[in-house]
């Protein structure tokens, strides 16, 4: 068991991640921040806070719940509990910047491009992870990575969060 | 909580828990009702049938919305069609469905116990849509859900359901429903539309509106069925509208913030006036929209589930 | 009947004696059909076969004055040969057939048919009731001499109540003349309208139309009133309810020429059974609340009841295998009776054997004045039963000999297996021989 990042490794990294979002959009017009439930969430408020202080102006926030779109709801054997959806603005022409804990398969990023895709046609979606722990089983790539893991597939990544676990830290549990 | 039951078939066998998790679960579905794009994608591929051996327009428009809403292929079938006239047995019907690899049966039929016997013999999961006097669980949990939104507990919740308690499977499912979630339930009728052993189903009896409606927090309106006046169960529509109808100046003697409820179609001036129908204080085409989602929420609990349990190879 | 000229020994036996209320152990010997020894018997020399049945116990043969043969008319469900196979399977001697056959037993050619197709087949003595009104309907009388030289037992519209009083006042002042019982159905179909269970509290919950058992009870007074205004003989079948049985003993008290039956489904079941809409629970008159049925335990006990009769209704699978609401009413019992009553009522000490034994065997002999001999004495007709009682067993329809399966009671685990049922000294039934059969022995 392993300490990836503690609290300090996790502000900076999205310190550098909501500078490189202002860099490589220009500025912040018409972006709009999307937390996939339930910490990709969290961290999208953080971003959010963060390009306010750097910019000066507030930027558009929603959070998207992903369980009617996963690729294995067949498969598991009870239905999962679905969490909240809001996006509450119009995506149409919009820069939606996705964001998420961590980036491992890919399948949680297709099943939310599909569930955003339905809300609207945004101009760009770019995706900003805090962890990118390798094992794609998709063709997913992310914008923004907070910082890149090599692991096994038996490996375990937790993220915690001041939100909601007390405290920020990135854990990793290697697998036997 | 999670959902392990193969069908929904009655309220009466469900635990707290259980009607809990269908509640919640029908929030986020209320959601996605208010969105452009209504279609979320959970059900793709399954097929769902509407086999409504009783006449239905609501119920099964509802369920259909629902299952579409969840990409899920509908279909459907009353008894006015083909083999059902030919006097095909429910246990051929049964074996048919079993054969044609049908995923989920929405089934409304007049006798009691229907669904319970088909969902005895497929590996389908079966939804009761109405059998006979017994049971509507997803009007209850329509309803529930609508009170949800209204009220800030279930607990101590004074309802009243007035109307042909004797001859009314929304009635059963509420007062089951209800009373499990805490809330207390009485009920309104003549004598001769109250069951003779009423004892057995815990709630109050009320013969005179007047006096029962003094202090409810809510009051379910049943639909009145005019047929009943053939075997002397009450003299006349006039008489009943006399002692039973919901009318403003009823309304007047309820508490100020009352909720009105009816599972429809209405009787407009029999059990329920339009005036009352249509004020702030009823929540009825709320329950309209609240059965979509909450059948949204029943298909997508039921389509998990515990599938190892095969009943037949 | 024909009689057998081996000379059959059944040995190792507890032998039951009506006479002294006791049992004696030791063997039977049969000759020409007749008991011609009991006791020790040393001399085995001509002896046809010997039968060992160590353990096992010898009783009067049962009789079921309520079984429905089906035939003539509904040879689907059941056949004369069927039920009586179905009989001596659960050891009943003999069997009375009801008149709702089709068509009705209402003349003298169905009758003759039915009593020799019984004899032709020779298993259990096979009994017909003749209809008291043509066709069932309740408006004319049969011709009821003309069945009374035909050979009926009794009189019975049973299937139907007889709805007008003045049929009933006729019918029962008119058999004076012949001196045979009327059994009576009785239920108010006013009353009872499209009920499908007993109106109580599973009922309400349920939802289904509800039987009161008002229907049974008021139309009982009536006739047992008009019983006693002709100073008539009357029999009540398939009683359900305490009120019913409180009118009996009122009319009892009073010199009303009454007995009654009961069947084991009602002494054993009630309405809970009705939960999950399993149709082998439904029937008519309908199992009742567990107060009716303690009730009934309770008439059994004090002798108010007088017989207990199955009231054996075989109906097709696939007419069973319905909604509640659609499924005919009734239930087999021919081949259940005898288990599933020894287990809850004789084995537990409710009631003794003897008392078990008057109402399925000594009460029908003596009030349908049926001809099976009601004590195992020397001299008599060799037609007895043998049964065991050391193993708990299942019930289940592989088991049973009758065309139908809709039974109330399969899966029940009893004890008290009929092993062999031997009428005028011939074996009809021998479960060895079956059970052999059946390991492909």
């Known amino acids: 068991m392993g300490k990836l990042m503690d609290n300090i490794a996790i502000k900076r990294a999205l310190t550098r991640i909501a500078h490189e979002i202002i860099e490589k959009n220009k500025g912040t017009k018409d972006i709009v921040i999307v937390g996939i439930q339930r910490r990709g969430d969290f961290i999208a408020n953080r971003i959010a806070k963060l390009l306010k202080e750097i910019e000066g102006n507030k930027i558009s926030t929603g959070k998207l719940d992903i369980t009617l779109y996963r690729d294995d709801l067949s498969s598991i054997a009870n239905q999962p509990i679905i969490h909240k959806t809001e996006i509450p603005i119009n995506i149409d022409n919009k820069v939606v910047i996705l964001v998420d804990d961590v980036l491992y398969t890919g399948r949680t990023i297709r099943a939310a491009l599909d569930e955003l895709i339905d809300f609207g046609r945004p101009k760009r979606i770019q995706l900003a992870v805090l962890v990118d722990r390798g094992h794609r089983e998709l063709p997913i790539k992310a914008d923004y990575i907070g910082k890149s893991i090599p692991t096994n597939t038996n490996d375990i990544v937790d993220v915690y969060l001041k939100e909601i676990d007390k405290r920020d830290e990135v854990i990793i549990k290697k697998g036997q | 909580m999670k959902w392990e039951k193969k069908d929904l078939i009655t309220i009466e066998e469900l635990s707290k828990g259980e009607i809990n998790l269908i509640l919640e679960t029908a929030e986020p579905f209320k959601e996605i009702l208010r969105r452009n794009i209504k279609k979320v994608p959970p059900l793709r591929g399954r097929t769902v049938l509407n086999l409504f051996y009783e006449p239905s327009t609501r119920t099964a428009t509802s369920f259909s919305i629902a299952a579409k809403r969840l990409s899920a292929e509908i279909m459907s079938i009353s008894t006015s069609t083909s083999s059902v006239q030919k006097g095909e047995t429910l246990l051929d019907t049964a074996k048919n469905l079993e054969a044609m690899k049908v995923d989920m049966v929405v089934m409304r039929h007049l006798c009691e116990g229907a669904p319970k016997f088909l969902a005895e013999r497929i590996n389908a999961s079966v939804i009761n849509a109405g059998d006979g006097n017994h049971e509507h669980p997803t009007q209850c949990l329509l309803d529930l859900s609508t009170l949800k939104e209204n009220v800030k507990t279930f607990n101590g919740l004074k309802v009243l359901i007035v109307g042909d308690i004797r001859h009314s499977r929304v009635a059963r499912s509420n007062i089951w429903g209800l009373t499990k979630l805490g809330a207390k339930v009485s009920v309104c009728a003549p004598p001769t539309l109250i069951p003779q052993n009423i004892d057995v189903l815990p709630v109050d009896v009320y013969y005179h509106f007047d006096e029962a409606i003094k202090d409810k927090d809510v009051i379910y309106l049943l639909r009145i069925q005019r047929e009943r006046m053939k075997k002397g169960l009450f003299p006349s529509t006039r008489e009943y509208m006399n002692l039973f109808s919901m009318d403003r100046s009823r309304l007047k003697e309820a508490k100020k913030n009352v909720i009105i409820m009816h599972p429809g179609p209405i009787n407009r001036g029999v059990e329920l006036d339009g005036d009352v129908a249509d004020s702030k204080n009823s929540v009825i085409l709320n329950q309209v929209t609240n059965g979509v989602a909450v059948r949204m929420a029943v298909l997508y609990l039921l389509n998990g589930g515990n599938k190892n349990e095969k009943i037949i190879e | ?374 004590d195992i004495k020397e001299g008599n007709d060799a037609t007895f039963i043998i049964f065991s009682d050391d193993k708990e067993w299942e019930i289940n329809t592989d088991l049973f000999e009758s065309k139908s399966r809709n039974n109330a009671f399969l899966g029940e685990k009893v004890y008290g297996r009929i092993e062999y049922t031997i009428i005028n000294g011939d074996i009809k039934l021998e479960k060895r021989k079956i059970d052999k059969k059946k390991k492909g022995v």
Do not use: W
Request: proline content about 4%.
């Open chain 3, 1 to 374: 009947m024909k009689k057998s000229l081996n000379r059959l020994l059944f040995k190792n036996l507890h032998i039951i004696d009506i006479e002294n209320q006791s049992f004696i152990d030791g063997d039977i010997l049969i000759e020409d059909g007749k008991i011609s020894k009991l006791g020790k018997i040393e001399d085995i020399s001509e002896i046809t076969k010997i039968i060992n049945c160590k353990g096992m116990q010898a009783i009067p043969g049962l009789v079921d004055i309520h079984t429905h043969l089906r035939e003539p008319g509904e040879e689907y469900k059941e056949t004369i040969r069927t039920a009586s196979r179905a009989a001596v399977n659960g050891g009943f001697v003999a069997i009375c057939g009801m008149a709702n056959t089709t068509p009705t037993v209402d003349t003298i050619g169905t009758v003759k048919y039915i009593l020799e197709r019984g004899m032709k087949i020779n298993l259990a003595k096979v009994y017909t009731y003749g209809a008291v009104t043509k066709n069932l309907e309740g408006k004319e009388l049969s011709e009821i001499n003309d069945l009374v030289k035909g050979g009926i037992i009794g009189l019975s519209d049973d299937g139907n109540t007889i709805m007008d009083p003045t049929i009933l006042l006729r019918a029962l002042s008119y058999v004076k003349m012949f001196d045979i019982p009327i059994v009576l159905h009785e239920e108010d179909i006013n009353l009872s309208e499209n009920g499908v269970m007993h109106e109580g509290d599973m009922q309400t919950k349920l939802g289904m139309a509800g039987i009161p058992d008002l229907s049974e009870d008021t139309i009982t007074y009536r006739d047992l009133r008009i019983a006693e205004y002709v100073n008539g003989r009357v029999h009540i079948t398939h009683i359900s309810s305490k009120n019913t049985l409180e009118v009996i003993e009122i009319a009892k008290r009073r010199g009303v020429r009454v007995t009654c039956d009961v069947t084991p489904h009602h002494l054993i079941l009630n309405d809970t059974k009705i939960e999950f809409f399993n149709t082998n629970y439904k029937m008519k008159p309908p199992l009742r609340s567990e107060k009716d049925r303690l009730s009934l335990i309770e008439g059994i006990k004090t002798g108010l009841i007088d017989i207990i009769a199955t009231d054996h209704a075989p109906h097709a699978i696939y007419e069973k295998e319905v909604e509640f609401n659609y499924a005919p009413f009734g239930v087999t019992g021919l081949e259940t009776a005898f288990p599933v009553l020894y287990t809850n009522l004789v084995k537990n000490d409710k009631i003794t054997i003897f008392r078990f034994l008057e109402m399925l065997n000594s009460n029908p002999v003596k009030y349908f004045d049926i001809d099976i001999p009601t």
